[in-house]
Structure formats: C-alpha cells, structure tokens
C-alpha cells in the first residue's frame, strides 16, 4: 500500500483500536500512574468530538478494566468503562462461548474479576482446586513453585492452558518490563508439554472482541501500537489498518526492519503525528501532564 492509499484509507476508518502502555500513556510497573504521551488526549478528543469510536486494547492484566478506565479517565481520557479491553475480558468471553467454568487463574484481581463478573467460576491455583477445565495465566509476579506445580497438575488431568501475553516486554516509564503471562507460560508448557492458546494480542480472538464493543467490522479498524510483534501483526489478521508508533517497545527500525507485507501500513513518531496525519490542526505544546 502506498502513502496515498493508507492516508486515504486512514481517514475513511469507521474506528479505531488503540494500545495502552507505550502507546497513549507510560506508566509504572504496577499501574500505579500513567502520563499521556504527546498527541494522545488530543487524539482521542477529537474522535469522541467526531462521534467516531475507539476501544482501548491493552495485554495488561494488573488491573479490572474498569479500573484502568477511571485511571485514564482522571487524565482527560474520554473513554467508558466498556471501552477498555484486556485479555482478561476476552477470555470472559471465550470461555462463556464454549461453556468452560471452572478456571485456575494464575494473577490477581485483574485476571480474576472479569471471569467472576461473567458469571464464571474463577478459583486460584493456591487453593488447589480440583475440576479445573482451564488455566489462565495473567499478571502475577508472586508465582511460586506451589502455583507452578498447580497449574501443571490441572493441565495433566487434561486443563487447556490458556496466556493473557506471550509478549517479553511492554513499555513503561522505567523502560521495558518483563512479562510475567510468557515465562510463566513457558514453564508450564515446557513441564506438561501442553501448548498455551493466547487470549491478548495479536490473537484473532482479542480484536472481535474488542471490534465488538464498539460495533465496527475489522477491515474499517485502524489499530494504533508500538509492538511489531502484537499489534501490527494483529492488524494484519484482521485485514484492519496497521499503525505503528515509536514511544514504547518499537522505534521506526524495528517496524522498517519488517519484512514488506509485516510492516505497518503507516509508521509514525507519536500521536501526535498521527493526529496531523489524520488532519487534527497541530497546536503549541503544553509541557508534560502532571
């Protein structure tokens, strides 16, 4: 595709799916506090301006969704609590889909609260629960060798092993931090041989829903990220709009370094590029958000 083209079809998107960490906001490890990153709050202003929709898809699960919501919110974010997706609120809806109960959730409140708020039977590994139809694995620093050999005994009594994240990394304002859902992932599958189906991008399964939520099909979704290897792969699946920005885990090389039909269909500094991009008139800056 050419610049033209994906300018032209830039603009004719009916939504838009953004990342979080790295692409609207920076914040700390525990997602304790977020800054907005340049260009983001005017952004989406200007869409809920335009009644045009935007969903907010993050891999996080530190936090429930609605949680994430007021944090952004309080920021000047215009966003809804149903407009915040994580893998925690597809697996919600995958595991109603296929009548699976009873999940051994290796997190904390962020993985446990959607699958409670579903109607679902969420239970933690530390109980040692029996029955388990699936384990999930989220944001959980505090795993141990007794979750560890949970998890493997749910899966060797024939659990499906299901991953919020099998990213390595995701932006913060310290630099990059380690995601817990992949090496926990990798420990248990490299014990019971199981295969670990992802939940959160760049799965299939992650855009519906989040497409859902705001009712636009996939192929006029314009998804907006700095990872080459979760939201513009995702974006590619989808046969949506690829965007790339370069403020959390990708810089421009990372995404150029792509081969052709991998790359982004545009690749961008910041929000704030995109907004000029999109046509947003480019205003004075007002220093860093406090």
């Not at 899966?155 to 092993?161: D, L, P, S, T």
């Not at 829903?209 to 636009?216: E, F, L, T, Y």
């Not at 939201?231 to 403020?247: G, N, Q, Y």
């Amino acid at each position: 595709m050419t610049d033209a083209r994906a300018l032209a079809r830039l603009r004719a998107v009916r939504g838009f799916v953004f990342d979080l960490d790295g692409t609207l906001v920076l914040g700390d490890k525990s997602h304790g506090g977020f800054r907005p990153l340049p260009g983001a709050l005017e952004f989406t202003r200007m869409l809920a301006e335009r009644q045009l929709p935007f969903v907010v898809l993050t891999n996080g699960t530190v936090l429930p969704p609605a949680q994430i919501a007021v944090k952004l919110r309080a920021l000047g974010f215009p966003i809804e609590d149903s407009k915040l997706v994580t893998p925690a609120s597809v697996a919600a809806e995958y595991f109603a889909a296929r009548r699976i109960r009873r999940i051994m959730v290796l997190g904390g409140e962020g993985s446990l609260e959607p699958l409670a708020a579903a109607g679902l039977d969420p239970v933690l590994a530390r109980d040692r629960p029996d029955d388990i139809e699936a384990v999930f694995i989220g944001w959980f620093r505090e795993f141990g060798i007794d979750d560890l050999e949970a998890a493997c005994q749910a899966a060797w009594a024939g659990a499906r092993v299901f991953s919020a994240s099998m990213a390595p990394f995701y932006a913060t304002a310290d630099g990059r931090a380690v995601g817990t859902s992949r090496a926990i992932a990798a420990m248990i599958t490299s014990m019971t041989g199981r295969r670990a189906t992802v939940l959160g991008k760049p799965a299939l399964h992650a855009i519906r829903v989040a497409a859902a939520r705001i009712g636009v099909e996939l192929p006029a979704l314009a998804v907006v990220g700095d990872d080459p290897e979760l939201e513009v792969p995702m974006a590619h699946r989808a046969r949506s709009l690829a965007i790339a920005v370069h403020t959390g885990v990708g810089s421009a090389g990372s995404f150029s370094d792509l081969g052709r039909s991998a790359r982004p269909h545009l690749s961008v500094r910041d929000m704030a590029e995109l907004g000029q991009l999109y046509g947003l008139p480019k205003r004075p800056s007002a220093g860093p958000a406090t």
